[in-house]
């Protein structure tokens, strides 16, 4: 287990970390909301592993952080018009639009019944984390039913060795989580979080 300064240190926490990923390891990484913990999301071992540290089930898959809009586009069967216009609206940012996945990509993030969560977080060390290894399933860096991450030594005291890489970007700047979205036929606002649901209405009904 290391614990690597990643705003002074970028290239070296880049390495550690997809270093750990390439192992199927989990590491830990700052967010625009709370900490977040990260696996490969196309090694079903690997998210196993994420949902286990937590102490959580697959009936609560894992979102999936990209580092743009075309990234969201190589993950998801169909993005609609509305997706689209949220996650122009509010990415990078704090919204989780939950999306049909492409089945050809033949991943296993849990009981998603064919759709994937998807977010660009507005964190530019995140986001060129991602541009770097790809996307990540990532959730809270917490346990289930305790408080999410806002620091590094947070995240540590409750996963502890179970992480193999912690970076370490300070004080989270949000302390929030997402906002989380399915845009189907009709949108359902999952959880109200950093975003206020009447924004993503709003803007899901062109207004």
């Known amino acids: ?77 169909v993005i609609t018009p509305q997706a689209q216009a949220l996650m122009e609206a509010f990415w990078p940012g704090a919204l989780t639009v939950v999306v049909p996945a492409r089945p050809e990509i033949g991943w296993d993030l849990g009981e998603t019944n064919g759709t994937v969560a998807l977010r660009m977080p507005d964190d530019a060390f995140a986001r060129k984390l991602l541009t770097e290894l790809g996307p990540l399933a990532v959730s809270s860096a917490n346990l289930t039913g305790h ?36 845009v189907g036929e009709t949108l359902t606002v999952v959880r109200e979080g950093a975003i206020a649901a009447d924004a993503v209405v709003g803007v899901a009904a062109g207004n």
């Open 147 to 182: 408080a999410p991450a806002l620091t590094v030594a947070d995240a540590q005291r409750q996963l502890g060795s179970r992480v193999a890489v912690y970076l370490d970007g300070g004080q989270s700047r949000g302390g929030e989580p997402s906002t989380v979205v399915i």
């Open 1 to 77: 287990m290391s614990v690597i300064e990643c705003r002074t240190n970028e290239e070296q926490a880049i390495s550690a970390a997809r270093d750990a990923i390439s192992r199927g390891e989990l590491i830990v990484l700052p967010t625009d909301t709370v900490y977040g913990v990260g696996a490969d999301p196309f090694s079903v071992a690997a998210v196993n592993t994420l949902l286990t540290a937590k102490g959580r089930g697959r009936e609560k898959p894992s979102p999936v952080l990209v580092a743009s809009l075309d990234d969201a586009r190589r993950l998801a069967a």
